[in-house]
Structure formats: structure tokens, C-alpha cells
């Protein structure tokens, strides 16, 4: 499984959409509503683009994990689980400076009677403590799990490709 096949699960990647969508809207009402969106907006652009990127993308190992349909292929993710791992400080760090971008934007919002925004508030903040707690953490042990599953193959190319074949079918 090359990393180019992963794909976000598409329960993730419909979410990310609809907040996005969602966030865009508010950037377009008038006041303080619309400016405090905006700022969530700057605040949020480069953190979607990093999960997209690397953070979300092993989650698509999940259920063939879980089903026990291992493959030394998947080892492709490792990369990006790593990322995610040494990125992690500044992904937790991004979501301090979301959710007071955020709060910023539900006081606007409840001022000025935009009860569409402040659930998207609420929506937004949820979103990103599932992530902390559970779907970055996932990610990772996506990684960590397959390290362990397939430690021949980790450090050596050249013995990973012989390993590899070696390996009896998964």
C-alpha cells in the first residue's frame, strides 16, 4: 500500500469539509462575527492542510488493522506517523491558538445573535479535543503498531526488501 493510496476515511474527510464550509460562511457576515471568523480562518488554514497532509491519512489503516488484514506494505505510513509524532507539540500548540480564536468568535457571535456560528463554535472545539484524544493518538499507534509487526524491515532497505520477500504471505 503506497502512502499516495492512503485516503482520509471519509467520515473525517466529510467532517473537515463541513467545517470548512461552515467556517466560510461566517467569514462573509457582517461585524465582529465576520472578522473573528476570519481570524479562526488564518488560524485553522495551515493546521487542515498538516492533518490532511499527515495526521489523518494512517487513520485509513484502521479497520484493515483491526480485521487482521496486516500487510508489510503498510509500513509506507511510518513516515507520516513519525511526522505526526515530532509535529505533535506544534499540532496541540495550533489548537491553543484555534480555541481562543474560537472563543473570540463565540462571544461575537452570541453579541450579534448568530446561533448558526456559535454551534459551529461548538462543533469546531469538539472536533479538535476527538483529535487530541483520540484520532491523533490513533495515528500514531497505526506507526508504532507496525514497527513492532515488522521490526526486520525497519532500518536496513536493502535487508527490508529481502525480508520482505522472505515473509511468509500476510
Known amino acids: 500500500m503506497a502512502l499516495t493510496m492512503l485516503t482520509i476515511p471519509t467520515a473525517l474527510k466529510a467532517e473537515h469539509e463541513k467545517l470548512h464550509a461552515e467556517l466560510s460562511a461566517a467569514t462573509k457576515l457582517p ?21 490532511e497532509e499527515f495526521a489523518m491519512p494512517p487513520l485509513a489503516l484502521l479497520a484493515p488493522i483491526a480485521e487482521g488484514r496486516v500487510t508489510s506494505e503498510m509500513r509506507s505510513v511510518i513516515p507520516l506517523t513519525d511526522r505526526l509524532k515530532a509535529e505533535l507539540p506544534r499540532m496541540l500548540s495550533e489548537h491553543e491558538a484555534i480555541i481562543q480564536a ?21 462543533a469546531l472545539a469538539t472536533h479538535a479535543q476527538t483529535e487530541e484524544q483520540v484520532l491523533y493518538p490513533a495515528a500514531v499507534m497505526v506507526g508504532e503498531f507496525l514497527k513492532l509487526k515488522f521490526p526486520a524491515l525497519q532500518d536496513d532497505p536493502v535487508s527490508a526488501a529481502a525480508t520482505q520477500r522472505s515473509l511468509p504471505p500476510d
Open 102 to 122: 474560537l472563543d473570540a468568535l463565540g462571544e461575537a457571535a452570541k453579541t450579534e445573535g448568530h446561533a448558526e456560528v456559535s454551534r459551529f463554535v461548538e
Open 31 to 51: 461585524g465582529k462575527t465576520g472578522q473573528a471568523a476570519k481570524q479562526v480562518a488564518v488560524a485553522l488554514h495551515e493546521h487542515f492542510l498538516s492533518e
